[in-house]
């Protein structure tokens, strides 16, 4: 789906590269082409963006038990397996979230391309209103329902979400050596005072 909408988007993009002023004048092609890519776009946010929402949160909470358990060590081979299926499992979710996220980008990225491209042509016919009006009408409408892909309307796919999972993953880490390197020492000085204590 992803490819489809952006060849879409790409074909127009070229169409605007020509600057074929017979075949920008007849634009309404071009901006219903424009409005099915974004309603096939708002149609997967509505069929599959909470199903995505799931799927990050579920990548999330395997990533942080992952770190959880290789920052406590395995103590068994039942932990060692453990581990490595967590391994697995959330190096398998993190590609397929990079593969979401990269075609949601580049579709974005496309129709930032149209819309760099409509201003061109607008300024090469700028004197010839017959052209320039539909372009124009297009610029409006890029600008207003740019592509925008969502997980349930709570966030929005694309390369700032995988920083941000990757800012949650690390600053949890963080949190959770700290808070071992804390509770280890209050253990021993906890162990210490016991040991003194008994031999006075």
Request: net charge positive.
């Amino acid at each position: 789906m992803y490819s489809a909408i952006r060849s879409r988007l790409k074909g127009i993009g070229d169409v605007l590269e020509r600057n074929d002023a017979q075949k920008l004048s007849s634009m309404e092609v071009l901006i219903n082409i424009h409005t099915r890519c974004t309603d096939a776009i708002d149609l997967c946010n509505d069929l599959y963006g909470i199903n995505l929402a799931i799927s990050v949160l579920h990548l999330v909470l395997y990533a942080l038990r992952l770190v959880s358990l290789f920052l406590e060590g395995p103590k068994d081979d039942k932990d060692k397996t453990m581990l490595l299926m967590l391994v697995l499992w959330t190096l398998y979710g993190f590609v397929q979230a990079f593969m979401v996220v990269l075609n949601s980008q580049r579709v974005i990225d496309a129709s930032k391309a149209i819309l760099a491209k409509t201003y061109k042509a607008m300024n090469y016919y700028n004197n010839i209103p017959m052209v320039r009006k539909p372009l124009s009408r297009l610029a409006k409408q890029i600008g207003a329902r740019s592509p925008v892909f969502t997980a349930g309307d709570f966030f929005n796919i694309d390369l700032n979400m995988l920083f941000t999972l990757f800012n949650l993953i690390t600053t949890y880490t963080i949190v959770v050596i700290q808070f071992s390197g804390t509770t280890n020492s209050r253990f021993y000085e906890q162990m210490t005072f016991e040991n003194t204590t008994d031999n006075s």
